[in-house]
């Protein structure tokens, strides 16, 4: 019977390998589009040309071209690199900011720790993408302000990851026996607590870049986020909402590319916290 379950916990740990393994690759090739992609484009993503208004897909033009004749697929591989790489800077800032509100909290304790929290949930209280637009409605429009009111929005969760997970692990043995050595409390932040939290937190922002992209395309598309003519994947689809019964390809092709983009992220987060629940079983 033992003999069985350390096979099934062998495959099960293939599995999750072979997961992640093809999740990484598709998101290592949906950088890589979205990185060089633009060096090999068929057409200028920003060239208008009346004359090639609203084709239909064609040979010339995979995608077909919108209502100034800019090609469609020229504009959504363009916009691609806008939309993901602005989302992994947000998940990347909110990640480093949460996180050391978090730590902050978790080793101070005390008032500051309450102060933290208390604004902390301030920011839960509201939902996401409504707080998201009432941010991004202050600021202005543009990819900066958009930036910063998704940030505003989404550090919220690893604060209280990384708060949680202080004070789960500031009382254990090895943390009691590093302060009996003397170590500072930086010392134990970085050197015993924070290799800790790093699964979590991984797991946590790959999730994340999918949410973010979908955000920052919704604020785009209400007009909050990037503005005309940047080529980004909401911005895109607000600029063709317009035309949706004339030249629905326009809006159905951007909606399938982010509709990937956000799958390939998920799928990655998923196999990744799969791997590391796995490794955790097998300990």
């Known amino acids: 019977m033992m003999n069985f379950r350390n096979g099934k916990k062998t495959g099960e740990g293939a599995s999750s390998d072979i997961r992640l393994i093809?999740?990484?690759?598709?998101?290592?090739?949906?950088?890589?589009?979205?990185?060089?992609?633009?060096?090999f484009l068929p057409h200028d993503p920003y060239l208008v040309d009346m004359g090639n208004a609203?084709?239909?897909?064609?040979?010339?033009?995979?995608?077909?071209?919108?209502?100034?004749?800019?090609?469609?697929?020229?504009?959504?591989?363009?916009?691609?690199?806008?939309?993901?790489?602005v989302a992994l800077g947000v998940v990347f800032v909110v990640m480093i900011l949460g996180t050391l509100i978090g730590v902050i909290a978790g080793f101070a304790g005390g008032i500051l720790d309450n102060a933290l929290m208390k604004v902390t949930l301030v920011f839960q209280a509201f939902p996401a993408f409504v707080l998201a637009?009432?941010?991004g409605a202050i600021l202005g429009t543009g990819i900066i302000a958009g930036m910063i009111a998704l940030i505003a929005?989404?550090?919220?969760?690893?604060?209280?990851?990384?708060?949680?997970?202080?004070l789960a692990?500031?009382?254990?043995?090895?943390?009691?026996a590093a302060r009996l050595y003397?170590?500072?409390?930086?010392?134990?932040?970085?050197?015993?607590?924070?290799?800790?939290?790093?699964?979590?937190?991984?797991?946590?922002?790959?999730?994340d870049v999918g949410n973010v992209i979908l955000s920052m395309a919704g604020?785009?598309?209400?007009?909050?986020?990037?503005?005309?003519?940047?080529?980004?994947?909401g911005a895109v689809m607000n600029e063709?909402?317009?035309y949706f019964q004339t030249a629905p390809w326009i809006i159905m092709f951007n909606g399938i590319t982010l509709f990937l983009a956000v799958i390939v992220f998920n799928l990655f987060g998923d196999s990744l916290r799969d791997k590391l629940d796995s490794k955790r079983i097998n300990k």
């Open 22 to 39: 093809m999740s990484s690759l598709a998101v290592l090739l949906l950088l890589a589009i979205c990185l060089f992609g633009e060096h």
């Open 54 to 85: 609203f084709l239909p897909p064609c040979r010339d033009y995979i995608f077909g071209t919108d209502n100034l004749g800019r090609c469609v697929m020229c504009r959504i591989i363009a916009g691609g690199k806008t939309s993901v790489f």
């Open 133 to 135: 637009i009432a941010i």
């Open 153 to 166: 929005v989404y550090w919220t969760t690893y604060a209280r990851l990384s708060r949680s997970m202080i």
């Open 169 to 176: 692990y500031k009382n254990d043995n090895y943390i009691k």
């Open 182 to 207: 003397g170590a500072s409390p930086s010392a134990i932040v970085f050197k015993y607590v924070l290799p800790n939290t790093l699964g979590v937190m991984a797991v946590t922002a790959a999730l």
């Open 219 to 233: 604020l785009s598309f209400i007009g909050l986020g990037a503005a005309r003519p940047t080529a980004e994947w």
């Open 240 to 242: 063709a909402s317009a």
